[in-house]
């Protein structure tokens, strides 16, 4: 009898291990995929360069600079952006615009982060002197990737614009909503989309929209050619100015 018995343990220890041995491949296959996918780099940024010259009957210079820097939030991150455009025709400055913002985030789940910002600009040939933005509210990740990312902005925002002369200096409260899509459409090309609308509450006509539409091929790890098309609207403008203000890039971009 004590002869059976051993033998019945032998047979039942002989047939668990192979399940044991089974049950722990996956778990180490899934450890070594870990291991194997990429990290997220914790800084993001970029310097993109645009410049054309023209000569002959007529003689055109346009200057662009575009830098931007994300820390990723673990769970506090920064963002910061700043755009410089010229335009020259004939040795007369005929567009200038500066424009710099910081936004300070905090992740609070896998799709939720909060954010608190500050931008101004300069636009001379708008008649914006100055105009400075306040923003607080909410990004909500729609998508997460990694082919398609898909970020939607809300917000309230206070503006004070200083205008000039002699148009009167504006302040209002406001809001935001953006939207911010990008495509990986292979290894070596991208498409992204941001659209964003700000809201005046003391004037509901006095609305302003814009639009970022870019494509981006990369030569090498770090350089990559980006044509650009970038629309700004504003419903009421300033004076006699025109509602609508395009600008169209093509420019070589250093990734850091």
């Known amino acids: 009898m004590t002869r059976i018995a051993l033998l019945l343990t032998l ?19 899934s450890e070594e995929a870990a291991e ?24 055109t210079e346009t200057l ?23 335009a020259e025709q004939d040795q007369e400055k005929t567009a200038e615009r500066y424009f710099a913002a910081l936004r300070g985030t905090r992740a609070l ?6 954010f608190f910002g500050l931008s101004a600009e ?7 002197d100055l105009r400075g933005i306040v923003e607080a509210g909410a990004v909500y990740k ?17 503006t004070d614009e200083d205008r000039l002369d002699p148009e009167p200096d504006e302040s209002w409260l406001g809001g935001l909503f953006g939207a911010d899509y990008a495509w990986a459409i292979s290894d070596n ?22 639009s970022l539409t870019a494509v981006t091929a990369s030569l090498n790890s770090r350089l990559a050619l ?20 395009t600008t169209t890039k093509v420019a070589l971009v250093w990734n850091l």
């Open 36 to 59: 194997a996918a990429p990290v997220e780099p914790l800084w993001k940024g970029e310097t993109a360069l645009s410049y054309l010259a023209t000569s002959g009957n007529s003689e």
């Open 109 to 114: 789940s896998k799709r939720w982060d909060a």
């Open 226 to 245: 980006r044509f650009s098309y970038e629309v700004r609207y504003r419903n009421e403008p300033i004076g006699l100015n025109d509602d609508t203000d």
């Open 189 to 210: 090309a991208s498409f992204s989309q941001g659209v964003a609308y700000f809201a005046n509450f003391d004037d509901s006509g006095d609305w302003r929209a814009e």
């Open 64 to 86: 662009g600079l575009d830098i931007s820097a994300i820390r990723r939030p673990t769970p506090w991150g920064v963002e910061f952006a700043a755009q410089f455009n010229r």
């Open 11 to 29: 047979a039942a220890v002989s047939t668990s291990i192979p399940r044991v041995a089974q049950a722990q491949e996956p778990a180490a296959a």
């Open 122 to 128: 300069r636009d001379r040939f708008s008649s914006i």
């Open 142 to 158: 729609a998508l997460l990737g990694p082919k398609h990312v898909l970020d939607l902005d809300f917000a309230l925002t206070w």
